[in-house]
């Protein structure tokens, strides 16, 4: 995949290294979480053995992450999650579940940014509590379908229940995406889209935000 030729592993893990030498993490969002460290790289095996389980591929350049880089850690937001864990930082990550994963071997079913229409995010004024128990319930039930995220899987987060979300299957593999449904904001790609390059700038944000040499 083209998306694999800007990866340079060595120089990524150099720059995180002096990143993480620095004293003021605090002035990245996030950073006091994972101090600018990745876990211990998988092997290919484990990765392929994963992807057998979940009977889905992971696209070329985040697998070299996790193979080359790192399982976790270092990231946007609050850092990555190692692979098959979402939703927190060290030893309270959580595995995943069918809230947070529908079925990564189906073909993601965005195009483009997603949400419901506007009259849709908010219940009508006139309600009792009774019908606005019901409308809460019906829309939950709808809103967030882990039918939505099907072809994709959670890589970080940014807090408020806001994740980032990496398609795996369908023509869009490789993409990173914000699911901000919490928010009503729905669902998006993230900017620069590309896993490799969401990354890259992120560290080139870091680095230019602790004053370290790239």
């Known amino acids: 995949m083209g998306a694999q030729t800007v990866w340079n592993a060595p120089g990524v893990k150099e720059r995180l290294t002096s990143l993480a030498s620095s004293h003021e993490h605090d002035h990245v969002f996030g950073a006091n979480g994972h101090h600018f460290l990745v876990g211990r790289p998988l092997s290919s095996q484990q990765v392929e053995g994963f992807e057998t389980e979940w009977g889905f591929q992971l696209p070329g350049d985040y697998r070299l992450f996790l193979t080359a880089v790192g399982n976790g850690g270092a990231g946007p937001g609050y850092g990555l999650f190692p692979l098959g864990m979402a939703d927190d930082i060290g030893d309270d990550m959580k595995p995943w ?5 529908g079925r990564p071997g189906s073909q993601f079913p965005h195009e483009r940014a997603w949400n419901l229409p506007l009259d849709q995010l908010q219940p009508p004024d006139e309600l009792g509590q009774e019908q606005l128990d019901a409308w809460f319930e019906h ?3 709808e809103y ?14 940014f807090g408020c229940a806001i994740r980032i979300y990496l398609v795996v299957t369908g023509p869009l593999a490789g993409q990173v995406w914000t699911d901000d449904r919490a ?16 990354y890259l700038r992120w560290l ?5 935000h602790l004053g370290a040499d790239s």
């Open 204 to 208: 080139e944000e870091a680095e230019r």
């Open 139 to 141: 829309h939950d039930t």
């Open 183 to 198: 928010g009503d904001q729905g669902i998006y790609p993230c900017e620069p889209v590309q896993f490799t390059h969401w």
């Open 97 to 101: 579940d069918d809230f947070l994963v």
């Open 144 to 157: 967030f379908d882990p039918r939505l995220v099907d072809g994709a899987i959670p890589i970080a987060h």
